[in-house]
């Protein structure tokens, strides 16, 4: 089994960044495609971002040109930096990693963007 960590939430100003981190542990050779998702209150979780096990990247619209996925494979780590951060950013986000079996879903971390 793939175990997912989150960190790097916080509360951070409109127009600020934050970097956020996600560390996988376990079965790491069978992970293929990781992702961000985000969830508000009262909203369906979204996908953000993801990257595949070769680099390739794809964005929502709400993400692309403000937010950056990327992964280094030696510390088995994905990041989401997030720049221009504006209100509706606000949210719960959770990393996922997609196996051939399965897929594992970190707790997640709040993001609030707030003045």
């Known amino acids: 089994q793939v175990q997912l960590v989150e960190s790097g939430g916080g509360l951070v100003q409109p127009g600020g960044s934050l970097r956020l981190s996600c560390a996988a542990s376990?079965?790491?050779?069978?992970?293929?495609?990781m992702a961000w998702y985000r969830q508000s209150p009262g909203k369906q979780r979204d996908r953000v971002a993801s990257?595949?096990?070769?680099?390739?990247?794809d964005y929502a619209d709400s993400a692309e040109g403000r937010f950056t996925i990327s992964r280094d494979n030696a510390k088995n780590t994905v990041y989401l930096q997030m720049n221009g951060l504006k209100p509706e950013d606000t949210a719960v986000y959770s990393c996922r990693a997609v196996t051939t079996r399965y897929s594992a879903w970190g707790q997640g971390t709040q993001v609030i963007v707030s003045s």
């Open positions: 376990g079965s790491i050779n069978d992970i293929g495609v």
């Open positions: 990257i595949s096990s070769s680099g390739n990247t």
